[in-house]
């Protein structure tokens, strides 16, 4: 079988880390970005077939294209995945889907009308340690959960030390920069592990001394019925950095971070922890979204992440801003 013909849209940190892991699994890259620099130095690296400077160039450039990544800002995600879908092409989106709901329910419809997949790249679905603490939750481990505490703090200008931090999209409301939206990924697995909530509660603000334009601080409450709450907090000016989830159960706690890199069962009122932990490193759940990428390519469905899960997030985002706006909280609507 010939290698998939991929083109990677935003040549930056994200279409990189695609890129490399996509071609290290076989695939020829063809590539696309507005800057020549990071088109150069991605072509130069993995041997690109294809190096363009508009979207709309490569899908008539390079007429034998498989699929398409998007990698660029999330203002750009709609546009450029709907014209992938409309060229033919299925795509693995990263996420958020888009900036608002609105907005992701036309990349939907272009999906539907164009019967092809969308993959969307919310990674930690793929991270092993949390599909144990998926498994452990449904088999009882701690009781039934009643609360739940979310937490994701990094200082902006530690992500990218290569450039200014001003510069990186994440400074910028016109490219859909800022906590809430590119740290969705907390939101996502709160949607991942127990469903769109019912109502919610959120601040979303720019309180630190980062010179950005976007919001750097989010904290959001979230009620389930009457029966689950959950705490979710991002920030961009936190070091050392964090990022962990705590599961509060009637039988015990269970506790999930990143650094140290391991899940800690307590069920005693003492600090009496069972500790497992891993050595999966980060690059490996891009590797497994690529991996899943090529099977949808050869037909099997999307399994991990779909598009309406994103839309899911989105819908939820736009609660949390209404509900700042507003001062209030916000019932969820049905999805539509």
């Known amino acids: 079988m010939d290698p998939k013909y991929v083109l990677v849209v935003g040549s930056g940190s994200a279409g990189l880390r695609h890129a490399r892991n996509l071609a290290d699994l076989g695939c020829r ?115 039934a959960v009643r609360f739940v505490q979310l937490h994701m703090s990094a200082h902006l200008a530690d992500w990218h030390p290569w450039e200014r931090y001003q510069d990186f999209f994440m400074a910028s409301k016109a490219l859909g920069g800022g906590a809430l939206l590119d740290e969705s990924h907390w939101i996502d697995l709160m949607v991942h592990f127990f469903g769109v909530p019912d109502r919610v509660f ?14 750097d601080n989010v904290d959001m409450l979230l009620d389930y019925a009457d029966t689950l709450r959950v705490s979710l907090h991002l920030d961009l000016f936190g070091r050392p950095h964090e990022k962990f989830i705590r599961f509060v159960g009637e039988e015990g706690t269970l506790h999930w971070s990143a650094d140290p890199n391991q899940i800690a069962l307590g069920r005693a009122a003492e600090q009496d922890w069972e500790i497992q932990r891993f050595q999966c490193q980060r690059n490996d759940m891009f590797v497994e979204v690529a991996r899943e990428f090529l099977r949808v390519l050869d037909g099997a469905p999307v399994a991990t992440c779909t598009l309406p899960e994103g839309l899911q997030v989105l819908e939820i985002i736009d609660a949390a801003r209404r509900s700042h706006a507003e001062g209030r909280s916000i019932a969820m609507e049905p999805s539509a």
């Not at 959120?202 to 919001?215: H, N, Q, V, W």
């Open 29 to 143: 890259i063809a590539c696309t970005d507005p800057r020549d620099d990071r088109r150069k130095a991605l072509a130069a690296e993995l041997g690109a077939t294809g190096v363009f400077a508009h979207l709309e160039e490569a899908l008539h450039g390079a007429s034998d294209l498989d699929a398409v990544v998007i990698a660029s800002p999330t203002a750009l995600h709609v546009d450029q995945a709907s014209a992938a879908l409309h060229a033919g092409l299925p795509v693995l989106l990263e996420k958020p889907v888009s900036t608002e709901a609105a907005s992701g329910r036309r990349l939907l419809a272009a999906a539907e009308e164009t019967g092809l997949p969308v993959l969307l790249g919310y990674t930690w679905r793929w991270w092993p340690p949390l599909a144990v603490v998926q498994q452990r939750l449904r088999e009882g481990a701690i009781g």
């Open 202 to 215: 959120a601040r979303i603000e720019k309180i630190s001394g980062l010179e950005i334009e976007t919001d």
